[in-house]
């Protein structure tokens, strides 16, 4: 009864690091999204998937990367991570059904 | 106007009392309706999802209004454990694609 998993789930980096927030579904789902939710605000989509091979932007994409090579994974990638990036990553999935959400990754860039 | 909008909060009720949220939409084409939950540093929850007749669930009722746009979640009976952000997501499309949240509205209930 995995759901959807993502790791880690605490990370400190420093400006200008790079890394991967992992997300991986057991739920054979196409729709896969990444989220953030800064504090007191609401969540906004970063990118979504609606298939193997096929990702969009959502509204907040700048600064941020995807790719959807299986069905279970649907990894995030900040490339050069600035304060701004600080918050609280959810991915979630989604088929004929409404998402289900991760338990999430906090994320602080000093 | 902002696409999903929610009551804003926090609603401080005693146990036992009936509270009641609201949501207004923006997009009069959308297909589908849910309340999510959020509990403090977690994940959403879904809640309930919201039919057009109306629905039930335990303490929790939804109701959908698409003329004026407009969903609502009554909780009776508050329990301390309701105690949460309560967020409106609605689903512009037919399918599933994309959803649009609310920022949510935060319920403290108290003994």
């Known amino acids: ?110 | 106007r902002k696409e999903v909008e929610q009551d804003p909060g926090p609603f401080n009720v005693p146990e036992g009392a009936t509270v009641a949220f609201n949501c207004t939409y923006s997009n009069s084409a959308s297909q589908s309706f849910f309340w999510y939950r959020q509990d403090c540093r977690k994940e959403p929850k879904l809640l309930m999802s919201v039919y057009s007749s109306g629905n039930e669930d335990g303490r929790f009722t939804a109701q959908l209004n698409r003329a004026s746009q407009y969903i609502s979640l009554l909780i009776r009976d508050s329990k301390l454990s309701d105690s949460a952000t309560y967020l409106c997501v609605v689903n512009p499309t037919s399918g599933y694609s994309t959803l649009t949240f609310g920022k949510g509205t935060m319920l403290l209930v108290s003994p």
């Not at chain 1, 600080?86 to 991915?91: H, M, R």
Request: glycine fraction near 10%; proline fraction near 5%; charged fraction near 15%.
């Open chain 1, 1 to 110: 009864n995995a759901g959807v998993t993502q790791t880690p789930k605490f990370r400190i980096l420093k400006i200008g690091q790079s890394m991967t927030l992992q997300c991986t579904q057991d739920m054979n789902h196409n729709y896969m999204y990444w989220y953030r939710q800064d504090p007191g605000m609401g969540l906004k989509l970063i990118y979504y998937s609606v298939g193997a091979g096929i990702t969009d932007k959502g509204e907040v994409p700048n600064g941020y990367n995807v790719s959807r090579s299986t069905t279970e994974d649907f990894p995030l990638r900040l490339e050069l991570a600035a304060p701004s990036q600080t918050s609280v990553y959810f991915c979630a999935s989604g088929g004929n059904q409404p998402q289900h959400f991760g338990d999430g990754t906090r994320l602080s860039i000093l």
